[in-house]
């Protein structure tokens, strides 16, 4: 039953602060410098080389934490069979 709890309060907190809102600016600096310059240059708005670098790194955490999480539900399975 402290599972069920536990897991079901992460999920509920995970939902409340995705959808709390949050200013969004750019933290990086090289970040923050390219979109300023390419606001600037009104022939040349180009940012499609920004947000395909956004996507690579967001895609390299959720690789890496579902191999840990695949490696995980299969060895906890190896133990209960």
């Not at 999920?11 to 602060?17: E, F, G, I, P, Y």
């Not at 009104?42 to 499609?48: A, C």
């Not at 395909?52 to 995980?72: A, H, R, S």
């Amino acid at each position: 039953m402290k599972k069920i709890g536990a897991g079901l309060f992460a999920l509920v907190l995970a939902v409340l602060l995705s959808l709390a809102p949050l200013a969004s600016q750019a933290q990086c600096t090289m970040c923050k410098t390219q979109v300023e310059a390419a606001r600037t240059e009104k022939d040349s708005y180009d940012t499609s080389g920004l947000n395909k670098g956004i996507v690579y790194l967001m895609t390299v955490p959720y690789l890496l934490i579902g191999t840990i999480g695949y490696f995980w539900y299969r060895n906890t399975h190896k133990k209960n069979k």
